[in-house]
């Protein structure tokens, strides 16, 4: 199975200041149609995943354009401009290529 | 707006089977995949299948492979999640989403329990 890595696994954030979440994978996530099948999620506290990014760097419908994601084959990163207080939750990665899909271990993100 | 509504919380026996229900809404069912993810109490995700609403192939996580069973009714546009021969490890809240996570169920607990 492949292994997904996030680092850090806690991140305390002013409000405002920018914060960065790492994902390594054990292997490349390209496929042979060009696509790179990396995904972001959060999970707030209480509630259910919620898809943030998709393929990598795409947003989702309705998420704040503070949110980025970059990286390709096996080297990840989700990029927050300015956290807010709605960020806080738990932020997942996961590859959706190789079967059976993985998600990283998580990353809890407070405020300061 | 795309919804996806859960069966209620389950509390199960050592041994028993659970079947769980995702009903959904907003969209064309067979338009999208139906994933089934499960969280143990305090722990991460972990993906446990999938199914084409399409075409019914599925796709399943292998340290499960001969206890669950994935389905769909398109009449009802209902996805189902049965596992057999629960055990305690179980435990946990399981959620069925649509496409890539594109959009998740609330989420139902099933506890095994003697």
């Known amino acids: 199975d492949i292994v997904m890595t996030q680092t850090p696994l806690s991140l305390s954030v002013t409000p405002g200041q920018p914060a960065s979440i790492s994902c390594k994978s054990s292997?490349?996530?390209?496929?042979?149609?060009?696509?790179?099948?990396l995904y972001w999620y959060l999970q707030k506290p209480g509630q259910s995943p919620q898809l943030l990014i998709y393929e990598v760097s795409s947003r989702f419908s309705g998420v704040p354009d503070r949110f980025s994601g970059s990286g390709s084959g096996t080297d990840f990163t989700l990029k927050i401009s300015r956290v807010e207080a709605e960020d806080v939750g738990v932020y997942y990665c996961?590859?959706?290529?190789?079967?059976?899909?993985?998600f990283g271990q998580g990353t809890k993100v407070e405020i300061k | 707006q795309v919804q996806l509504v859960q069966s209620g919380a389950e509390v199960k026996k050592p041994g028993a089977s659970v079947k769980v229900s995702c009903k959904a809404s907003g969209y064309t069912f067979t338009s999208y995949d139906i994933s089934w993810v499960r969280q143990a109490p305090g722990q991460g995700l972990e993906w446990m299948g999938w199914?084409?609403?399409?075409?019914?192939?599925?796709n399943y996580a292998q340290k499960l492979q001969g206890r669950v069973t994935m389905t769909t009714d398109t009449s009802t546009s209902t996805a189902y999640m049965e596992l057999r021969s629960l055990r305690s490890d179980d435990t946990a809240v399981y959620y069925c989403?649509?496409?890539?996570?594109?959009?998740w169920g609330q989420g139902t607990l099933v506890t095994v329990s003697s």
């Open positions: 199914i084409s609403a399409y075409n019914g192939n599925t």
């Open positions: 292997q490349s996530l390209l496929y042979s149609d060009g696509k790179t099948y």
């Open positions: 989403s649509a496409g890539t996570g594109d959009y």
């Open positions: 996961m590859q959706g290529i190789h079967l059976p899909w993985t």
